[in-house]
Nanobody, 116 residues
Framework: VQLVESGGGLVQPGGSLRLSCATSGFTFRYYVMSWYRQAPGEEREMVAIITKDGGVAKYGDFVQGRFKISRDNAKNALFLQMNTLKPEDTAMYYC??????????WGQGTQVTVSS
């Protein structure tokens, strides 16, 4: 199982980024997927989670309509569109595969820094 995130970077407050997670080694469409984030000194928290077919998504309260999780089962890829970014969104962002109700595989993360 491999999960490889990309798309992070430095962005100004109010800006946008689109994160991608390329997956391999498992049948992507069979699994619920999610994005987590972890800021220095903070616990890892869930950003968004999406069902196997992409039909239902849920978000952390802090998202407040600014982010959208999506997936392309034909390309074995997961995405996170982030708009109206705030400095407090600065964190390492990870994609995760879920199995039996918990995340069982993680990517290495992609850094998102929101700063002027």
């Amino acid at each position: 199982v491999q999960l490889v995130e990309s798309g992070g970077g430095l962005v100004q407050p109010g800006g946008s980024l689109r994160l991608s997670c390329a997956t391999s080694g498992f049948t992507f469409r069979y699994y619920v997927m999610s994005w987590y984030r972890q800021a220095p000194g903070e616990e890892r928290e869930m950003v968004a989670i999406i069902t196997k077919d992409g039909g239902v998504a849920k978000y952390g309260d802090f998202v407040q309509g600014r982010f959208k999780i999506s997936r392309d089962n034909a390309k074995n890829a997961l995405f996170l569109q982030m708009n109206t970014l705030k400095p407090e969104d600065t964190a390492m962002y990870y994609c995760a595969r879920h199995n039996d109700g918990r995340a069982d595989y993680w990517g290495q993360g992609t850094q998102v820094t929101v700063s002027s």
